[in-house]
């Protein structure tokens, strides 16, 4: 099993990325993904999260900027970050969790990890 984001950049504010995760022995159809992000000296925290049915949740601080989705066909997970921040400087990280849960952000309630994607804004 194995995810592996891309798509990172650096950008300056205003900006849009779209940031991919590829997924490897793992279905997106029907597990919990999210989105997390990660600043130098903080916490990991959610971004973005979606599950089998399509639910999507998203942390305030990203609400009505960032966009997640999935392309089950090709077991990918996306982010669209519109209107990008200096604050949304981090290394973002794509999580899968338990088939068939509802959609959450809580880095508890995922347990596979990828590598991560940087994506700064100046």
């Known amino acids: 099993v194995q995810l592996v984001e891309s798509g990172g950049d650096s950008v300056q504010a205003g900006g849009t990325l779209r940031l991919s995760c590829a997924t490897a022995?793992?279905?997106?159809?029907?597990?919990?993904m999210a989105w997390f992000r990660q600043a130098p000296g903080r916490e990991r925290e959610g971004a973005a999260g979606i599950d089998s049915g399509g639910g999507t949740i998203y942390a305030e601080s990203v609400k009505g900027r960032f966009i997640i989705s999935k392309d089950n066909a090709k077991n990918t997970l996306y982010l669209e970050m519109n209107n990008l921040k200096p604050e949304d400087t981090a290394m973002y990280y794509c999580a899968a969790g338990p088939a068939w849960a509802r959609c959450s952000i809580a880095t508890t309630d995922f347990e596979i990890w990828g590598q991560g994607t940087q994506v700064t804004v100046s």
């Open positions: 022995g793992y279905s997106v159809r029907s597990r919990r």
